[in-house]
């Protein structure tokens, strides 16, 4: 089972990623103003993860991404993949995995110096 991890940017922002069973960063969203704002884009892609599709994209530099579209609008990009199977791997997990996937929040600063 894949985990979705939400946490804080630098700049105050909420952001989640989706990471595979193995611990590997799949999917990075894009930013939030709230975490609630982040936890209702993960539960309307969990539920309707059947509709979403998946643009696959090349770099340059001969990498692989794709970007996870739901509605016309992009809720995340990819990590780079060396190759196209690895791609595949890696969307195969996001459509077999995501609705399971448990919620880890990490966006509270808990510990202090």
Do not use: W
Not at 24 to 51: F, G, H, P
Not at 92 to 108: P, W
């Amino acid at each position: 089972m894949g985990t979705f991890t939400i946490s804080k940017k630098e700049n105050g922002l909420i952001k989640f990623e989706f990471n595979s069973r193995k611990g590997k960063t799949l999917l990075t969203s894009q930013s939030y103003k709230t975490k609630e704002e982040c936890e209702k884009d993960i539960d309307l892609l969990k539920n309707k993860i059947e509709a979403v599709s998946f643009l696959k994209f090349k770099t340059p530099a001969g990498k692989f991404f794709f970007k996870m579209m739901y509605n016309g609008h992009i809720h995340g990009i990819s990590r780079k993949f060396t190759t196209e199977l690895l791609l595949q791997k890696g969307l195969d997990e996001i459509q077999n995995k995501f609705t399971e996937s448990e919620i880890l929040d990490f966006s509270q600063d808990i510990f202090f110096d």
